[in-house]
């Protein structure tokens, strides 16, 4: 429970504000095919018109992170439009009430995105590129990420300031620890003796014609920039080769593992730098006669090591003083060094496991150098490909052949699939999604699409096959299940009906159960975090009131495959705060502070948006 409210408490904002970013830059960025020279805004906020292609750019980003999902695309668009719309009140709010962000702050969280990185650092010439392709300034860009970010700090300047009472805190774990008592019956769905009409399977079909035709379909051609295609393309030389190998002898060197244990003689306050000497010299001595772990076990003054040895574990340069990685390095394998002082006293070291450091010779490594050398090459022309492939599918959107002829490259085509499956290409989601959009099935090249970080892909229609009805004869025994199903379950119904009209006439669980041959299961003591009865059952047993004057509660809750259990709730015992509660106290109480804090701030922002001057126009 402290977790949802923990979920809960992650504002949409903090979600949203990914939008504000990510929508720019999660397609390689071609906004849309429309000459919005004369386009009229869907909606306005005060002086702040927003555009179809906002609402397309929006609903894009939306669908990406719904992949794999049933979505309905009308009602997604209007999702997306209404976000646009809650973010602009607010942003408009915040600016009128002087909310400032700094360049450094913003530079700060530019460098921090993964769109603009490579191998994990903000990398500047990837930055100008992807600002380049969406045809933006970094100034404009930077305006963006600064007023999300200040929306941000407005959203939490409300989330963070506000707090639980342990009132709050302890009404909470009341109501989680809640314990109750039940009695149920589960009425079983059984399957009917007699079959539905002819005429009741025609009559189902007319009304639900919708629910029985073949999926719409289409086809696609489209080209595909690849890293690992245009990597070899990359002509090699074994001058060039070598001289790569070189540069990047370190991904070819197998490090050196070298294993050290030390007997330590410390230098504090009660033992003196030359007590400390005369001990590591003395200990020096024994080691002619001892092992070296059985010395250290004796005398070393690190306690931890000295109980398996003086053993330190693989020895890293870098983690102690120099003076002792120097000795450490120098020594053979099994070689005890000379007395070596450290900020710590004085050691003796020994190398206990040795395997010494390899090169790997050129000639061995020769396929994976060839690899990794035209990959590198690769990059560049992968990233110059992309942007010709972006601004030439945007400039000629009615084909593929013009950006194919410039790049050299071959179109392909797939073969039918559905919004839900597919195969080659189709495979992907991404490429279902983006090939069902409006601009695709209006003819345009879709947006670049990317397959992950080393390939793009452009598609655009080749074939459509709107969605049709199936003929009865080829799914009437469908609808025969459906109707026999259904039927079942009224019967399951009525049955708990009547069960529960009985109950609240007074009559005893027990008896009406005998009577109908069912079995009644009892709970005692039943709370949300057991799984003694199913999910379903358990939250509407949750949400039942209370007994009143000593007469049980008595409703009906639909199982997961359509059995009615029949509940009397006989008694509610308010729970009580365990030991376990007060070790999460502080948890909870953050938590539920956040949990009351959105809410708050989901209630400015209604009432922001019920006093702005909002117009919107009916959807696309």
Not at 206 to 223: C, K, L
Not at 292 to 300: G, N
Not at 303 to 317: C, E, M
Not at 515 to 543: H, Q, W, Y
């Amino acid at each position: 429970m402290l977790t949802k409210i923990r979920e809960k408490a992650q504002g949409a904002f903090a979600w949203g504000i990914l939008i504000v970013i990510c929508v720019p830059f999660a397609l390689w960025g071609i906004q849309n095919y429309l000459d919005t020279g004369e386009e009229a805004p869907v909606a306005s906020v005060g002086d702040r018109d927003f555009f179809q292609r906002d609402v397309n750019k929006a609903y894009e980003q939306y669908s990406q992170n719904l992949q794999g999902m049933t979505i309905d695309e009308q009602s997604l668009k209007a999702q997306a439009l209404e976000k646009l719309i809650k973010d602009e009140v607010l942003l408009q709010y915040v600016r009128g009430k002087g909310l400032v962000t700094t360049d450094d702050t913003a530079r700060e969280f530019i460098q921090s995105l993964p769109y603009f990185q490579v191998d994990g650092k903000f990398d500047d010439k990837r930055y100008k590129t992807m600002l380049n392709l969406q045809k933006m300034s970094s100034a404009e860009f930077v305006s963006r990420i600064k007023n999300a970010l200040i929306m941000e700090q407005f959203q939490r300047s409300i989330i963070d300031s506000s707090f639980a009472t342990k009132y709050d805190v302890e009404s909470f774990f009341k109501i989680q620890n809640q314990q109750r008592d039940v009695d149920y019956i589960t009425v079983a769905v059984q399957k009917p003796a007699q079959q539905p009409s002819e005429e009741d399977v025609a009559a189902y079909y007319q009304q639900h014609q919708d629910g029985y035709q073949t999926p719409e379909q289409a086809s696609v051609e489209y080209i595909e920039l690849s890293l690992e295609d245009i990597a070899k393309t990359i002509t090699v030389t074994d001058d060039k080769l070598k001289a790569f190998y070189e540069e990047q002898k370190d991904q070819y060197t197998k490090a050196e593992r070298r294993k050290i244990s030390h007997i330590l003689f410390a230098i504090n306050d009660k033992t003196d730098e030359k007590t400390a000497l005369e001990k590591v010299l003395k200990a020096q001595k024994d080691l002619a006669n001892k092992d070296f772990a059985a010395v250290a076990a004796e005398v070393s003054d690190d306690k931890l090591t000295a109980k398996i040895g003086g053993d330190l574990g693989l020895f890293n340069v870098g983690v102690m003083e120099k003076s002792f990685e120097d000795a450490a390095s120098a020594l053979k394998l099994g070689e005890v060094s000379n007395p070596v002082k450290s900020a710590f006293g004085y050691h003796l070291i020994k190398v206990t496991e040795l395997m010494p450091g390899e090169v790997k010779p050129f000639d061995s490594v020769k396929n994976e150098v060839t690899k990794a050398y035209q990959k590198a090459q690769a990059e560049n022309a992968f990233y110059e490909s992309g942007e010709t492939l972006t601004e030439m599918s945007y400039e000629h959107p009615d084909n593929l052949k013009t950006v194919a002829d410039a790049l050299g490259v071959t179109i392909k085509k797939s073969a039918l699939f559905t919004k839900d499956k597919g195969d080659g290409i189709a495979a992907d989601d991404k490429i279902r999604s983006a090939a069902f959009t409006e601009e695709v099935l209006h003819g345009n090249n879709s947006t670049p699409i990317e397959l992950g970080t080393d390939r793009l892909v452009v598609l655009r229609l080749s074939e459509h096959k709107a969605a049709a009805a199936r003929e009865l004869k080829d799914v009437k025994q469908d609808i025969v299940a459906v109707l026999l199903a259904d039927k079942a379950k009224l019967q399951a119904v009525e049955k708990a009906k009547q069960i529960k009209v009985r109950l609240q006439t007074g009559e005893s669980i027990q008896a009406v159960a005998a009577e109908n041959k069912l079995a009644v299961k009892t709970v005692a003591g039943l709370t949300r975090s057991k799984d003694d009865v199913p999910l379903p059952l358990s939250e509407a047993i949750f949400k039942a009131a209370k007994p009143v004057a000593g007469k049980p509660t008595i409703f009906i809750a639909e199982l997961p495959e359509g059995e009615q259990a029949v509940v009397s709730l006989s008694k509610v015992k308010e729970g009580v705060m365990t030991e376990d509660d007060k070790k999460q106290l502080e948890l909870a109480s953050k938590n539920i502070a956040k949990a009351f804090g959105q809410t708050e701030f989901n209630a400015l922002i209604n009432s922001l948006q019920a006093d702005a001057d909002i117009s919107v126009k009916a959807p696309k």
